[in-house]
């Protein structure tokens, strides 16, 4: 039995959104396996116009996502693709795009999201089918010309901006695995509401060097950098940014402005006082400096985990007040988790496969003083537990769920909160028997995870007290 509903059991919903209308387009390829050309859908347009019309003529939320993609369509796209002012989506990725023609989308007037992601655009084409009042966003990932070579020597080429393009209400734009130079050259004209920009896969090692990072423009909020050969970045100038992903990169320290050890690889974060989210994941972080978030005063969200860091400073987060989520999760060598101490505002920690023998005792050692602890949700995956931290987690209160799965636990000992748990997994552990835990009093358990243990069968007497609408998962 892999899902079973305690007392009523009740059927598990899979629940469709009708918000909008999904229509996807499928055609048969040619003998040759390529399409020339195409110049109007006839099938998609006639089944765009058929959802139009049962749309009310007042209605402004009919939206169509047209589906086009692995459709052998390409080398070029020319003359109007289709006609209709339902279509709000239009999707047409894995063809073999090499061309597209001005104004091709001018007919679908109400077009917002556009994907021409994984053909064979060039850089200097990838804009050619020109201004569109309407379109939000817009995904240019991977495309790689028939004659793309890796190993070639030739500069990046830039995205060609000429004075008519305008993309006035443009909010996202993805460049991920595209080789662009970051000149940003006329970007603000062209783009002038840009919110979110992701250049992740791009190696961006050679750039670095140069200010491309203070070139971004003022009305980009979100910054996706994942995986760019970055080893060197000083992000001082941008206080616009609220959301920066540097995931995947080589910063061995992490540093507020000077650093006197001069480090080959090293983040600079500086005062960006606008900074709500930061993503160094998988970052070969092995140090972060004492004074690093002294000017962020409105962090909410950092993920550091996935790094080899061995000590966090106890003021570290001193003068961050409103820290909600912190990973710190596959930190080998982090030992000491003191800094918590002034953190009793998290509302999510993440402390998986942290390879300390002694986690319990660590976070038991936690002093809070009088602070009132409000975190909601707990990850403790993979560290080897064969006792938990009762004198931490009797503190917490508030806590609403938590994931103690892929560990040694037998037993759980006295929980004071127990019943006021929403979600507990604690799959692949070794319980033979789940008389001995709290289950009991788990008044408020929406989901149970309790798969994987030695225990064959449990007590549905022990079940009594869940919720009629709990989920127990025994996979």
């Known amino acids: 039995m892999s899902n079973l509903k305690v007392n009523s059991l009740l059927a598990l919903l899979l629940i469709i959104p009708l918000g909008s209308i999904q229509v996807q387009a499928r055609t048969a390829f040619t003998s040759t396996n390529k399409v020339a050309s195409i110049e109007r859908s006839d099938d998609a347009t006639s089944c765009a116009k058929k959802v139009g019309e049962s749309c009310s003529s007042s209605s402004s939320s009919c939206g169509v996502s047209l589906d086009l993609s692995d459709m052998n369509l390409g080398p070029v796209l020319d003359k109007r693709l289709l006609n209709s002012p339902f279509v709000e ?48 966003t817009l995904i240019l990932d991977y495309n790689e010309p028939s004659n793309y070579s890796a190993t070639s020597s030739i500069a990046a080429p830039s ?15 993805s460049l991920r695995g595209i080789s662009v130079d ?62 920066l992903d540097l995931s995947d990169n080589y910063f061995t320290d992490v540093f507020y402005f000077s650093d006197e050890r001069k480090p080959e690889s090293f983040l600079r974060l500086g005062s960006l006082k606008g900074l709500k ?21 409105n962090f909410e969200d950092l ?53 300390n023998q002694n986690l319990a005792k660590t976070l038991d050692a936690l002093d809070f003083v009088s602070a009132e602890m409000q975190l909601r949700v707990f990850f403790l995956r993979n560290n080897s537990l064969t006792t938990l931290p009762m004198t931490y987690l009797n503190r917490l209160s508030y806590l609403s769920q938590i994931d103690l799965s892929d560990n040694k636990l037998t037993q759980f000992e006295h ?25 009991l009093y788990g008044r408020s358990l929406q989901e149970l995870h309790l798969g994987n243990n030695p225990a064959k069968e449990i007590d549905l007497s022990i079940l009594s007290s869940l919720p009629s609408a709990s989920t127990l998962s025994w996979e």
């Open 182 to 243: 970051l000149s940003f050259k006329n970007w603000s004209r062209s783009f002038p509401r840009l919110e979110k920009l992701d250049l992740s896969d791009v190696s961006l090692e050679h750039a670095q060097r140069t200010d491309f990072i203070g070139k971004v423009q003022q009305s980009v909020k979100t910054l996706i950098l994942q995986n760019a050969s970055l080893y060197q970045l000083n992000v001082t100038r941008l206080n616009h940014i609220v959301d």
């Open 277 to 297: 989210k930061l993503n160094l994941s998988n970052c070969r972080i092995s140090r972060v400096d004492k004074d690093t978030f002294r000017e962020v005063n």
């Open 159 to 173: 995205l060609d901006l000429p004075e008519h393009l305008v993309l006035p209400n443009l909010k996202n734009l």
């Open 89 to 136: 989506k239009l999707f047409l990725r894995r063809n073999h795009i090499e061309k597209v023609g001005p104004g091709i989308f001018d007919d679908l007037t109400n077009l917002k999201v556009l994907d021409l992601s994984h053909n064979r655009l060039r850089v200097e084409d990838m804009l050619s089918f020109g201004s569109h009042s309407r379109l939000e």
């Open 303 to 355: 993920d550091l985990s996935n790094n080899d860091i061995r000590h966090l400073d106890d003021h570290l987060f001193s003068q961050v007040f409103a820290m909600r989520n912190l990973n710190l999760s596959n930190n080998p060598s982090l030992l000491q988790l003191s800094f918590l101490n002034k953190m009793s505002s998290l509302y999510v920690l993440a402390l998986d496969s942290m390879s």
């Open 415 to 439: 929980w004071m909160s127990f019943s006021g748990l929403k979600r507990l997994n604690i799959r692949n552990n070794l319980f033979a028997t789940f008389n001995n835990t709290p289950l």
